[in-house]
C-alpha cells in the first residue's frame, strides 16, 4: 500500500503533499481536547497495523486500518495517519520520505470520505444496522485507497486500469478483515461510548 | 472512554505482536560476478521476487536491456557499456525495486570480459582445478609454485566465494530490516508523546481563552 521513492514522478510527489498539508491543516482545526486522545490511540493502532501481513502472489498486503480512523476521526484522521506514516517510513522504511505526501493522501483522503459517508448514517443506526455501515465504512476505506494508489501510478505514467486491477483484487482480502473489524470496534465504541458519534453528528465530518 | 481505548489498545498490541518480524521493504542488490552482473530482488521478509521483470537503463534513462529473475529472486546481466547500471524491478502496487550499480564496477566486469581467461566457458566445471600453463592467461609459462594461480583460478575461487557468501548478505539484508519490538514500542512511543505535546498545546490554548 505504501508507495515507494522513485515510483512516482515529480509533478504528483509535489501535488500530494501540497494536497495532504491542506488536509493536515484542515484536521488539525477539527483536533479538539476531547478527540486528542482517540486521534492518539487510532495513529498508533495504524502504526501497528502496518506490521500484519496477508502475503498474495508476488506481494503482500498489509492491514491499514484508515477506515476505522475516519470514522472516529473524520478530517483530524489526516494529522494522526500522518504522524504514523512518517514514523513508518523513518523506522520501518515503509514508502519514503519524498512520497509521504502522496501516500498521507492515498491513505488519510478516503478515511475522510468513509467518515464523511457512513458517520451519520452510523449515528442514525442502532443495533447491528451500526455494525453493518461500520464494517461497510472501513472496506470502502481500503477500496478507495486502492484506487488513489493506482491514480497516483496512473498519473506517473503506468496504465492505470491494470494498476488498479492489481491493486484492488490483491486487496480484497484486507477489504473484508478490516470490514469484519471496523465493524467489530464500531459496535463496541457505539456502545461504551455513544457520544463520540451523536455529539458529532452536525458537524460535517 | 476508558474501555474503548484499552480495547484500542489491545488491538493494536495484538496486532503488532502476531508479526512483528514482518516487513514490507523491496530489497534489491547487485554486484560484478566474473563477466556478468548479478543480482538478487526480493521482499524483506524472505520472500524472493520471482520472474520478476528486471529493466536496465542507463543513467540518463536510456533503455539497456532487460532480464528477468528466476525461482530465487536473482538475476544476471551481461553489461556491454561502461556506465553506471540502473536497475529498475516494478512489482506491482507501488512496490518498486531500484538499484544502481556504478560505472565502475561495470568496467570491472566489462575488463573481465575482454579477458580470454575469464571467458564462461574457461574455467573447469569443477572450479578449483589447476589449469596451470595450459590456459592462456597472463601466467607466464607453468605454474611456477602451490602460490601462484592462474587468472582463470582467481575467477574461479572469486566465483566460489561469491556463492558461499550468498545466503549470508541475504541472510544480513534481511536482519537489516527485522522491525523488533524495541523500534514498534519506540514507534508507540513518539506517536503517544507527540499526541500528548498536542494534547498540552490544545489544553493551554483552552486556559488561554
Not at chain 1, 495504524?46 to 498474495?56: Q, T
Request: with cysteine; aromatic share 6%.
Amino acid at each position: 500500500m505504501h508507495i515507494v521513492d522513485g515510483a512516482l514522478s515529480a509533478p504528483v510527489l509535489i501535488g500530494g503533499a501540497v494536497l495532504s498539508a491542506g488536509g493536515i491543516t484542515l484536521g488539525l482545526k477539527r483536533l479538539t481536547l476531547e478527540t486528542i486522545p482517540a486521534a492518539g490511540i487510532l495513529s498508533a493502532a495504524f502504526f501497528v497495523a502496518s506490521l500484519v501481513h496477508v502475503p498474495i502472489g508476488p506481494s503482500s498486503v498489509h492491514l491499514i486500518l484508515n477506515g476505522l480512523a475516519g470514522l472516529v476521526l473524520g478530517w483530524a484522521a489526516f494529522p494522526a495517519l500522518a504522524v504514523a506514516l512518517l514514523l513508518q517510513a523513518v523506522f520501518f522504511g515503509f514508502g519514503g520520505l519524498t512520497v509521504l505526501g502522496v501516500n498521507t493522501l492515498d491513505i488519510a483522503l478516503p478515511a475522510v470520505l468513509a467518515g464523511a459517508i457512513f458517520r451519520p448514517l452510523i449515528a442514525r443506526a442502532s443495533g447491528v444496522t451500526v455494525m453493518f455501515w461500520g464494517g461497510l465504512g472501513g472496506a470502502f476505506a481500503i477500496a478507495a485507497t486502492t484506487l488513489c494508489v493506482a491514480l497516483a501510478l496512473g498519473l506517473s505514467g503506468d496504465a492505470f486500469w491494470p494498476a488498479a486491477k492489481l491493486v484492488f483484487v490483491a486487496h480484497i482480502p484486507i477489504m473484508m478483515i478490516e470490514g469484519v473489524l471496523s465493524a467489530a470496534a464500531i459496535a463496541l465504541i457505539v456502545q461504551v461510548r455513544p457520544d463520540l458519534f451523536s455529539t458529532l453528528r452536525g458537524e460535517p465530518a | 472512554m476508558i474501555r474503548n481505548t484499552v480495547f484500542t489498545i489491545f488491538l493494536a498490541l495484538g496486532c503488532g505482536l502476531a508479526a512483528p518480524a514482518l516487513a514490507h521493504k523491496v530489497l534489491a542488490s547487485a554486484y560484478p560476478s566474473g563477466t556478468v552482473i548479478e543480482g538478487q530482488i526480493g521482499f524483506s521478509n524472505g520472500d524472493m521476487a520471482k520472474d520478476a521483470k528486471v529493466e536496465v537503463q542507463g543513467p540518463d534513462g536510456a533503455p539497456l536491456g532487460e532480464t528477468v529473475t528466476d525461482e530465487q529472486g536473482s538475476f544476471t546481466f551481461t553489461p556491454s557499456q561502461p556506465v553506471a547500471h540502473v536497475f529498475k524491478a516494478d512489482l506491482g502496487a507501488g512496490h518498486l525495486a531500484q538499484f544502481t550499480l556504478p560505472a565502475e564496477d561495470v568496467a570491472q566486469v566489462l575488463a573481465l570480459q575482454g579477458d580470454p581467461g575469464a571467458k564462461p566457458s574457461a574455467p573447469p566445471p569443477g572450479g578449483v582445478a589447476l589449469t596451470g600453463g595450459a590456459m592462456p592467461s597472463e601466467t607466464p609459462g607453468p605454474a611456477s609454485g602451490a602460490m601462484t594461480l592462474s587468472r582463470a583460478d582467481e575467477l574461479a575461487i572469486a566465483k566460489l566465494v561469491r556463492d558461499e557468501i550468498r545466503p549470508l548478505t541475504r541472510e544480513i539484508a534481511a536482519y537489516k530490516e527485522h522491525n523488533g519490538l524495541q523500534t514498534i514500542l519506540g514507534g508507540i512511543g513518539y506517536i503517544v508523546g507527540l499526541f500528548g505535546i498536542g494534547f498540552y498545546v490544545a489544553a493551554r490554548r483552552r486556559m488561554g481563552g
